[in-house]
């Protein structure tokens, strides 16, 4: 188990704020604390050398063993955990990757430190930042990527239980998945409310505001509003917490994409099923906490999650039936007026 204070938590260095603990202890996930620093002058025990037992271990779990047993409906009850980088083919930039994240762009802001313009009282203040940013990201139509569509393949399929993603752009959405099927953790740009009355905005005018880069301010109270997506500092949206037991509990399969999992509780998740559960990891880059938290049941696909799709929908067999869905998306681009790159 990782200790609670191991997980970096934005603004870097700062202590997770009460909402963030909160939300922490819904999850309902024994932290570990270190022992509190023997006091001066008493007696600390000699620790008992420990026995070493001989255990044989299991073969690591390869690409292909996997595909075969999803293949052969081994698993039926399958998670899937994503992140900014399942959009970043779709033309959105996720935060962290080196030189086209966004928190590389954000220099001509001024802000404070990165993380600011995404977290509730910086934007109370100056919500102007806020808007930049939300225009660059959200301030045109996207069409969803091959491994959004791979999720309502799954889906399609019966064996998608829950797709709890952070991202807040609706691709999942707009790539048809149920709305059942779809937690977005960090909530979603579509709705808005006032942060000082709390008045519900309307999202289409919210959507204008950031299409423009302009903040919207509430017509009641003069407070600036801010789109339904969660900041740093503030709990998770209620279904996350109602549904979250299922990971723990019924999962067998779990698939994580597009993540570099540093934000919290989200992060927590992959930490939920236990060691017979297979955890694949689509991304650019090995997460931190899986190098940490290594399973003989984890596999780790490299590089660009679309690539890493199509060679898994390839072992599947399953080209004929994704190539179906992908129309749609063709559709799609051609209402939105956007060229297809890949
Ligand atoms: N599209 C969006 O909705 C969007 C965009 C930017 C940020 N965010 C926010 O980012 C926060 C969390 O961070 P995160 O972990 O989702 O993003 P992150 O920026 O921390 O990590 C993205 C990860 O995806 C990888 N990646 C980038 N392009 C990839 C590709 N083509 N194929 C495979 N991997 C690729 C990167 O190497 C990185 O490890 C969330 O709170 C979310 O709301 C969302
Ligand atoms: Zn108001």
């Known amino acids: ?113 990165p993380e600011a313009v995404f977290t509730l009282e910086y934007f109370k203040e100056n919500p102007e930042p806020f808007f930049q940013v939300a225009k660059e990201m959200f301030g045109k139509k996207y069409v969803p990527t091959k491994a959004h569509y791979f999720l309502r393949l799954l889906e399609q399929k019966g064996l998608l239980i829950r797709n709890y993603t952070q991202n807040i752009d609706n691709l999942e959405a707009d790539a048809g998945m149920a709305a059942d099927k779809l937690i977005q953790a960090h909530g979603t740009y579509a709705s808005a409310h006032c942060v000082g009355c709390k008045m ?24 600036p509003c801010k789109p339904d997506i969660v900041f740093f500092g503030e709990s998770l949206p209620d279904r996350f917490f109602d549904k979250v037991a299922e990971v723990k509990h019924d999962c067998d399969f779990l698939m994580i994409m597009g993540s570099t999992l540093q934000v919290m509780p989200f ?35 490299a590089g660009d999650s679309d690539a890493s799709i199509t060679k898994l929908v390839a072992l599947l067999g399953w080209n004929e039936e994704l190539a179906k869905l992908m129309a749609e998306r063709a559709e799609l681009a051609k209402k939105y007026g956007v060229e297809l790159k890949s």
């Open 1 to 113: 188990m990782r200790k609670y204070q191991d997980i970096k938590f934005p603004p870097s260095g700062k202590s997770p704020t009460k909402a963030v603990v909160e939300s922490m202890s819904k999850l309902n996930i024994a932290m570990e604390h270190p022992a509190p620093a023997p006091q001066v002058g008493t007696t600390v025990p000699v620790p008992e050398p420990m026995k070493v037992e001989e255990k044989k271990l299991e073969p690591k779990l390869t690409l292909e063993e996997l595909a075969k047993r999803i293949k052969s409906g081994a698993y039926k009850k399958i998670v899937a955990l994503t992140g900014a980088g399942i959009s970043v083919n779709a033309g959105i930039p996720d935060f962290r990757s080196p030189g086209t994240g966004l928190y590389n762009q954000l220099e001509k802001l001024n802000l404070p430190f």
């Open 267 to 301: 992060n927590m998740l992959p930490l939920m099923v236990g060691p017979e559960v297979p955890r694949l990891v689509i991304n650019n880059e090995l997460p931190e906490l899986f190098a940490e938290d290594a399973r003989n049941g984890d596999v780790y696909m």
């Open 200 to 223: 519900a905005v309307d999202g289409k005018a919210m959507v204008e505001s950031i299409r423009e880069g302009k903040p919207k301010y509430c017509e009641k109270c003069k407070s």
